[in-house]
């Protein structure tokens, strides 16, 4: 059973940083593509950032490049979501999952899912 649990949600300020960070036990995480989605009340879940299971790769959705940036430390089964210049669009659950085979960023592919954090951007 693989678990997974996010941390560093909060509130900030426009123009303020968050780091997200998605523990994960059960299994080493270096099995795993790992994935940031969010979603905000009345609309689909979408893919922030994704991550392949080296690291090698790692995937952005546009709303977000060159704001954030995804990384992985795999001997500490962790996996991070550093947030920049944040902004009220980026209010949003955060949710952090596992995929094991299929390697593309999106949230069907994604078969273990963190219970989500909220990320609130708001002066």
């Known amino acids: 059973q693989l678990n997974i649990v996010e941390s560093g949600g909060g509130l900030v300020q426009p123009g303020g940083s968050l780091r997200l960070s998605c523990a994960v036990s059960?299994?080493?995480?270096?099995?795993?593509?790992i994935g940031w989605f969010r979603q905000v009340p009345g609309k689909e879940r979408e893919a922030v950032s994704c991550i392949s299971r080296s690291g090698t790769r790692t995937n952005y959705a546009d709303s977000v490049k060159g704001r954030f940036t995804i990384s992985r430390d795999n001997a500490k089964n962790t996996v991070y979501l550093q947030m920049n210049s944040l902004t009220p669009e980026d209010t949003a659950i955060y949710y952090c999952?596992?995929?094991?085979?299929?390697?593309?960023?999106?949230?069907?592919?994604?078969?273990?899912w963190g219970q989500g954090l909220q990320v609130t951007v708001s002066s």
């Open positions: 059960g299994r080493t995480v270096d099995y795993y593509h």
């Open positions: 999952a596992a995929d094991r085979y299929r390697g593309s960023c999106s949230v069907v592919s994604y078969d273990y």
